[in-house]
Nanobody, 121 residues
Framework: QVRLVESGGGLVQTGGSLRLSCAASGSIFSIYVMAWYRQAPGKQRELVATITGRSSTNYGDSAKGRFTISRDNAKNTVNLQMNSLKPEDTAVYYC???????????????WGQGTQVTVSS
């Protein structure tokens, strides 16, 4: 079974930086999309950034100019570099993947368990 495990969350001050990582393990044949979402208490889950198998990237409005998503294909890992952090970035950050496990399997989506990011004033 495919598992996504996030790491790198923590507590930082306003203006600081964090680097999140998501490691995908198990049988993976082809990755179509990996992404980061976040969810703050009382709010809907929000798209932060996406990256395709061809390394095309997209960002949510709140992330543009401050966050950078990247992939390490050899390690099946996706990263999120977060700079100039603000208190409103405080949320649980979730890793997402859309992939196939074998040459004949259909595309499926997977979610990680999430990692907490807290930005203090």
């Amino acid at each position: 079974q495919v598992r996504l495990v996030e790491s790198g969350g923590g507590l930082v001050q306003t203006g600081g930086s964090l680097r999140l990582s998501c490691a995908a393990s198990g049988s993976i044949f082809s990755i179509y999309v990996m992404a980061w979402y976040r969810q703050a208490p009382g709010k809907q889950r929000e798209l932060v950034a996406t990256i395709t198998g061809r390394s095309s990237t997209n960002y949510g409005d709140s992330a543009k100019g401050r966050f950078t998503i990247s992939r390490d294909n050899a390690k099946n890992t996706v990263n999120l570099q977060m700079n100039s952090l603000k208190p409103e970035d405080t949320a649980v950050y979730y890793c997402f993947a859309d992939l196939t496990t074998t040459v004949s399997a259909p595309r499926r989506t997977y979610w990680g368990q999430g990692t907490q990011v807290t930005v203090s004033s």
